[in-house]
């Protein structure tokens, strides 16, 4: 949750956007960039949700109840992206899985695209 949490805090004091609906999108991305490093958050996610893939099952669920895609629907504009990914690694913090600022700038751009959370669109690392 740490890197959904830093992410959103960013997100929304820089570019001054929706609380909720900054979380809603970013969710789904920060679930797959970290769940194959934390098997057992993904085990237990996968049985409440009922899914092998729980961070696909959240992005559905999300288009289900019609909220946000993506974070250009949001107001976000593709050229913040680089910024808001200098921004978050200012101040290192705990995360499963480590971080760099391509990979937080790969999670954005995805979130920006809207396109389905795939966790093998981040470089391992």
Known sequence: MALHHKLCHK??????????????VILPYAMAFN???APDARERLSRALDT???????????RKLAIPASLAELGVQEADLDRVAEIA????????RPLTQQSIRSLLQMAFEGDAPDASSFPCQ
């Open 35 to 37: 769940l194959p490093v």
């Open 52 to 62: 092998a893939d729980p961070a696909m099952a959240l992005y559905e669920l999300g």
């Open 11 to 24: 997100l929304g004091g820089t570019l001054n956007l929706p609380h909720a609906e900054t979380h809603a």
């Open 89 to 96: 690694m200012r101040s290192p913090y705990y995360n499963p």
